[in-house]
């Protein structure tokens, strides 16, 4: 399997004039652990990530190092850390040096690059455009659909169908695919992501099995807890 094929599509992108504050709660509700950030162009120029927000001077964690050892600190580590903590736009915060893939690049050499690079998520990036977003929850799930499906009859097509599902649920209104993640397998659709309510999960699972092709579909949804108790 490839990036394209476990992915979530299309990513959600931040400017680099979008206020801390804002990306701390998009992380937040949309239950992800970074954002890329794009130019005006919509190529990816970095991304901010929970561990860019970790240190901050609204909750008191900025870092703080004896005398001695900032004396001992180069002083460009010195500032970085300052614009961490007080920075209040992606453009200070963010992580310059974007670590990507292609849609094309295999899941053993993703894997390889999320543990040498201590990283949680990769941007698959086209052209300098971010396209999707491959974390360690997606390879788990690659990894689950393959099992599941590994004694299935191999019908070929699988990018095709997920491709046909995400453009019949790109206009609904009623859905956000940056919050769903479709795995197809062997003809075997596996749906995961967050839903608002059963009718939201029994419209998707219609849309998936109305693709011509697919052989079944595995329904992985999780309740949106912060939609439902809201009201």
Same mark, same amino acid.
């Given at each position: 399997?490839?990036?394209?094929?476990?992915?979530?599509?299309?990513?959600?992108?931040?400017?680099?004039?979008?206020?801390?504050?804002?990306?701390?709660?998009?992380?937040?509700?949309?239950?992800?652990?970074?954002?890329?950030?794009?130019?005006?162009?919509?190529?990816?120029? /970095?991304?901010?990530?929970? /561990?860019?927000?970790?240190?901050?001077?609204?909750? /008191?964690?900025?870092?703080?190092?004896?005398?001695?050892?900032?004396?001992?600190?180069?002083?460009?580590?010195?500032?970085?850390?300052?614009?961490?903590?007080?920075?209040?736009?992606?453009?200070?915060?963010?992580?310059?040096?974007?670590?990507?893939?292609?849609?094309?690049?295999?899941?053993?050499?993703?894997?390889?690059?999320?543990?040498?690079?201590?990283?949680?998520?990769?941007?698959?990036?086209?052209?300098?455009?971010?396209?999707?977003?491959?974390?360690?929850?997606?390879?788990?799930?690659?990894?689950?659909?393959?099992?599941?499906?590994?004694?299935?009859?191999?019908?070929?097509?699988?990018?095709?169908?997920?491709?046909?599902?995400?453009?019949?649920?790109?206009?609904?209104?009623?859905?956000?695919?940056?919050?769903?993640?479709?795995?197809?397998?062997?003809?075997?659709?596996?749906?995961?992501?967050?839903?608002?309510?059963?009718?939201?999960?029994?419209?998707?699972?219609?849309?998936?099995?109305?693709?011509?092709?697919?052989?079944?579909?595995?329904?992985?949804?999780?309740?949106?807890?912060?939609?439902?108790?809201?009201?």
């Amino acid at each position: 399997m490839r990036a394209q094929d476990v992915m979530t599509s299309p990513p959600i992108t931040v400017t680099p004039e979008t206020p801390v504050l804002e990306i701390a709660a998009l992380l937040v509700d949309s239950r992800i652990s970074a954002v890329p950030v794009v130019d005006a162009s919509g190529r990816a120029i /970095g991304i901010v990530s929970e /561990g860019d927000l970790l240190r901050r001077c609204e909750i /008191g964690t900025e870092r703080q190092r004896s005398q001695w050892l900032e004396l001992l600190l180069d002083r460009s580590m010195q500032a970085a850390d300052f614009s961490k903590a007080y920075g209040l736009f992606a453009r200070d915060v963010m992580t310059r040096e974007v670590i990507s893939v292609s849609p094309d690049t295999d899941l053993g050499e993703i894997a390889r690059i999320l543990e040498q690079r201590r990283i949680k998520r990769v941007p698959v990036v086209q052209d300098g455009v971010p396209v999707g977003i491959v974390s360690r929850a997606n390879l788990l799930r690659g990894l689950i659909a393959t099992a599941r499906d590994a004694t299935a009859s191999g019908g070929g097509g699988d990018l095709d169908l997920r491709t046909a599902i995400e453009n019949r649920l790109r206009d609904e209104p009623w859905i956000d695919l940056s919050r769903l993640n479709i795995v197809v397998s062997d003809g075997v659709v596996h749906l995961w992501g967050v839903v608002r309510g059963e009718e939201q999960r029994r419209a998707l699972k219609i849309a998936a099995e109305s693709i011509s092709g697919v052989r079944a579909v595995e329904d992985h949804l999780s309740p949106d807890w912060f939609a439902n108790s809201s009201g």
